[in-house]
């Protein structure tokens, strides 16, 4: 019989985070607090573009190697994904687990968390799934599962929105949580050329643009500013100094925004930097991992050299 366990909650430092943010002399807001119910919805119609590679990229290698990459886990393995959204990429996985001790989906978007476990689990009757709602940057309580290893799922070039001292230090937390012998199988976005890039950032349809404002929409609901999105700009550009993406909310004019007792002001031109997406070649990488404790074992990659799944070990 499916058992999805009670969902786990921590505390959303959500307000805390805006205002100090916006009062920063590069006002900066957490990409993060993209993943509302309305921007997880809108970050799942992002991954069906025509111009965002990232997503069908990655899923062609899963599909093509899943055997390979589970494989290595063995049987009665815990799976702990990050970030896990609407629970797409990890069904090329379940399928291929060996008697597992269960999988845990952890994520900030309560509610579009919990229906994409509820789906899941009708679909996979055997498997206990254990959703978290929790923020994965800090620390969080995994469900007490024994289990003959644990590996953990972070898809999606998720590692990339991180500055490389944040990442390092994600890295180091995940090894921790799985532990000696424990796994982690991670998405990374690889470099290219930029108008590749870019284009991914700036789809035809402004669905990025919608997503990108999405986060002002939630801080008036949710906060009780008072931000007029239709007053800001979606700009996403390639830095090759930094080996990113940067995404920013341009402001249209001058002008303030309210939030609660505080008050910002906007010069037009002036933008809050929303997101950044680092690229990166997977021996960089993974000598970055080896500095966190983390050996890669195997890379998997696509015939464009595009994008890279690998997986990597902490050491017994």
């Not at 809108?42 to 055997?67: K, M, N, Q, S």
């Not at 003959?148 to 230090?169: C, L, Q």
């Not at 799985?178 to 050329?193: F, Q, S, T, W, Y």
Request: with cysteine.
């Amino acid at each position: 019989m499916t058992t999805i366990c009670p969902a786990r909650r921590t505390n959303d430092p959500f307000l805390t985070d805006v205002l100090a943010g916006l009062s920063r002399p590069q006002k900066r807001l957490p990409s993060k607090y993209f993943y509302d119910a309305a921007g997880s919805r809108l970050f799942d119609h992002i991954t069906e573009l025509d111009e965002y590679y990232p997503t069908r990229t990655e899923l062609a290698i899963v599909r093509a190697h899943a055997g390979a990459m589970v494989a290595r886990w063995g049987p009665q393995c815990l799976l702990i994904e990050l970030g896990a959204g609407s629970l797409m990429k990890v069904r090329l996985l379940l399928g291929q687990l060996d008697r597992p001790a269960g999988y845990v989906p952890v994520d900030m978007s309560g509610e579009h968390l919990r229906a994409a476990a509820r789906e899941l689990a009708t679909d996979y009757p055997d498997l206990r799934v254990y959703p978290v709602v929790a923020d994965f940057t800090r620390p969080f309580e995994a469900p007490p599962v024994q289990a003959a290893r644990r590996v953990v799922y972070f898809p999606g070039s998720t590692i990339g929105n991180f500055d490389p001292p944040e990442a390092d230090a994600l890295l180091d937390r995940i090894a921790r949580l799985v532990g000696p012998g424990g796994g982690l199988l991670l998405g990374i976005d690889l470099r290219k050329e930029p108008a590749v890039l870019e284009t991914a950032y700036n789809d035809a349809q402004g669905v990025t643009a919608a997503f990108n404002r999405n986060l002002l929409v939630r801080i008036n609901r949710e906060l009780g500013a008072d931000f007029d999105p239709a007053r800001f700009r979606h700009r996403a550009f390639y830095s090759p100094e930094r080996s990113r993406i940067e995404m920013h909310l341009v402001s249209a004019d001058d002008q303030r925004v309210r939030i609660g007792d505080a008050t910002f002001s906007f010069r037009a031109g002036e933008s809050i930097h929303t997101e950044n997406s680092y690229k990166y070649e997977p021996s960089e990488f993974a000598r970055r991992a080896a500095d966190c404790g983390l050996r890669a074992d195997e890379t998997w990659t696509d015939e464009n050299g595009y994008f890279a799944v690998l997986y990597l070990t902490v050491a017994n």
